[in-house]
């Protein structure tokens, strides 16, 4: 089957093939998304390290979404800009952006820098990097005049793929290299004492699992009472203890604190736990039951077991990567259709559709296996 990249990139192939030894060269990387789809890339970054051992590698992300690669050895530098939400942004996002323009600008010419978001502030800074080669996935042609600001292209056909193998083939398609991603990469740095006081509920040396019942997105979640329910089959038939997990936000707070209220035992990180602290969390759990957010991707960098719930959102974009896992799907039209019709301020019918016995039922698979 013949490669994906296009013609475009014969030239820059050619030349990396004459220079199979380079040293020091600089590769930056840029994605403006969320958290998780920051933590997507780690696999990219760490076929970059094992192929590249010397190479200054950089990568450019929203602020706010650094906590997942803290730590992460096959990073040089990490740079910032704007946090995602709008609405959250002050003059420290502002200063992050001129900050971040101006470390490009003034640093050493970059032999490689890659748009893996496809935005308008990746495209300037990738100008910006003065790289020789500037490389984006191109597949659906939708780039349309600002096509001219790149002058390398990966064509890999992603709609069905795993957002891992987008980033990833978008590298290393440009970089004239055949490869297939690892892992997840995500280091936790907390210690044990830190969770043990934190969840002082918890006892963290016996079984427990950890459900991540909300999203940001209120369409994603499922309904309150379903988690009730699910909680209360878990813990008499499997014996299992069970951890809510919670992001900052006061609805989410309040919504988990309702499944909390209708179960004895069952604790919430009440959205006080950093990330890497609920990635120490998930290292030791029994098992992961959560909707689609980027929990659920720490979940699989952290190899726990994975019960994803999905609706509208296409699961072969964005299900648990390479870990063990069973997939939950709700009975969605939107999907069937390629257009989103429903109220996104309510929980969609495609996750209403999911029954309590269906997540029994890949919750046994999944144990059983």
Known sequence: MPP???KDNAEITQENESHPTMTKMRILIIKLKHIGDTLLMTPTFRWLREEYPDAVIDVVIRSGTESVLAGNPD???IFLVARPETKKRSWHDLKSNIQTAFRIVTSPRYDYAFDLSNSDR????????????RGINDWNAKLGIKRKLFNAFSSFPWRDCHQVEKD???????MGR?????PLVMLSLTAPSEIENALPDIQLDKPYAVFHPTSRWIYKQWDHHRWIELVTWLQKEMGLQVVLSVGPDTR????ASRIVQACNGVVSTGGQLTLPQIAALLQKAHLFVGIDTAVMHLSAAMQAPTIALFGANNENNWKPWRCHHRLVLGDCSCKRNNKLICDKSRIF???????????IEDIEMLLGD
């Open 4 to 6: 994906f990249w296009k």
């Open 75 to 77: 990073i040089s530098n």
């Open 122 to 133: 990746a495209k300037q800074l990738v100008l910006l990097s003065r790289a020789r080669v």
């Open 168 to 174: 990833f083939r978008t590298v290393t398609d440009i």
């Open 178 to 182: 055949q490869a297939k991603p690892g």
């Open 252 to 255: 989410e707070i309040e919504y």
């Open 349 to 359: 019918p495609c996750m209403e559709s999911i029954s309590v016995e269906q997540v």
